[in-house]
């Protein structure tokens, strides 16, 4: 094998640009200093347009993770009720954060591979009046869910006071996140998905709505504490010693997705959802999520002629090939590609010739260039539109 070759395909991290990594590898700069304050009046006002918000964005170093324990220790106490909208192990993870605080967390939990519907969740709300807070995922890494937040979020306002919290750290710069038309009181996500960046910054945007409950709760964080952030954004400022290198990055991240074009970056993801599930129905492997609610940024399979990590191996070991395992119950039991990011169409293609020759030799019946035929057409389709 060829060394230092290897083809990342899974949802997250994912690969970094070569002008992002060069940007990365700047001289340090000082955080206190008016380099750094530039550097973040550059940043700011443009990643707003990603969460689609007015709203000012904190960034916070540390993983999407972080984000999310953020969320959870700034908007709710010990006291409160909440529900955790469960598609998957992102949306587990968000409960388990929740119990962790000793927060009362109930639990709407879909089947994996399946999305939530607003008719249940509103049910859900009726019989359960106390509700102060609703978190959820909106793409759901582990099994390639899209969740409808516009829907939802109509929802629980229409049925409740509580926020509506949502990870949206596998789909935001991907998918259109509209954070202020769906009513979104607070967006999480993180750098190394379709941001195109390492891990290592978590960015969150807040609504008015949400800050009123932030400054009225009483919680105890030290370094998550919102509230100190924000004071610091009006000055074009950080409470503490940011990840400079990946701002660096971000800064030309949004360089490149500014020169791409937003809606472009949009299509392109839909373009490469839809070759990959092409590809994987021609080749018949069967798709753990439907297409209504599958997510242009990852897509999950769950194989009932061979087993899922064989085909990883086999991919992995010949061509150095990275795909995605399953999680929790879907261990073992599914693959995911990552379709996101710093990839193209013709990634995609790549891929799917390398996933066929491995199905070839686990004795799958499969026609050589089956899957590629169909991913070309829809490809060929989108280009002829």
């Not at 969740?121 to 359960?128: A, F, G, V």
């Not at 990883?312 to 261990?331: E, T």
């Amino acid at each position: 094998m060829l060394q230092d070759y290897s083809l990342l395909r899974i949802p997250g991290p994912t690969p970094v640009p070569p002008s992002v990594q060069s940007a990365m590898a700047k001289p340090m700069i000082g955080h206190r200093g008016e380099e750094a304050t530039e550097l973040l009046q550059r940043i700011r006002p443009r990643v707003k347009q990603l969460f689609g918000t007015e709203q000012d964005i904190i960034m916070i170093a540390g993983s999407g993770t972080a984000g999310l324990e953020t969320a959870v220790v700034n908007t709710v106490s010990s006291n409160d009720e909440v529900l955790v909208i469960v598609t998957g192990a992102f949306g587990d993870r968000f409960a388990k954060i929740c119990e962790a605080y000793h927060i009362k967390t109930h639990r709407l939990d879909v089947p994996w591979g399946e999305a939530v519907s607003p008719e249940v969740l509103e049910q859900y709300l009726k019989n359960h009046q106390n509700i102060k807070a609703v978190f959820m995922t909106h793409c759901e890494t582990s099994t390639g869910v899209l969740n409808p937040i516009a829907s939802i979020s109509k929802t629980i306002h229409e049925n409740s006071n509580a926020l509506v919290i949502v990870d949206a750290v596998s789909s935001l710069g991907g998918v259109k996140t509209e954070m202020d038309e769906w009513g979104v009181d607070l967006l999480v996500t993180g750098s190394q998905k379709a941001m195109m960046l390492p891990p290592g910054l978590t960015l969150l945007g807040v609504s008015d709505r949400a800050w009123k409950v932030i400054e009225s709760n009483e919680h105890g964080c030290f370094y998550f504490d919102l509230q100190t952030y924000r004071k610091n954004v009006e000055g074009d400022k950080v409470p503490y010693t940011p990840a400079i290198p990946l701002l660096l990055g971000l800064d030309q991240a949004l360089n490149l997705i500014e020169a791409e074009g937003l809606e472009e970056v949009y299509r392109r993801h839909e373009v490469m959802k839809d070759m990959t599930r092409a590809a994987m129905k021609a080749l018949n492997v069967p798709l753990l999520t439907e297409d209504e609610y599958a997510s242009p940024t990852v897509t999950a399979l769950k194989p009932t002629t061979f087993q899922a990590e064989e085909l990883r191996k086999i991919v992995k070991s010949q061509f150095n090939l990275s795909l995605a395992g399953g999680q929790q119950h879907l261990s073992g039991k599914v693959f995911r590609i990552g379709h996101m990011g710093y990839c193209a169409p013709a990634d995609v293609l790549q891929v799917i010739s390398l996933i066929e020759i491995g199905l070839i030799q686990l004795g799958e019946s499969v026609t050589p260039g089956a899957g590629v035929k169909s991913a070309q057409e829809v490809l060929l389709a989108q280009i002829n539109k």
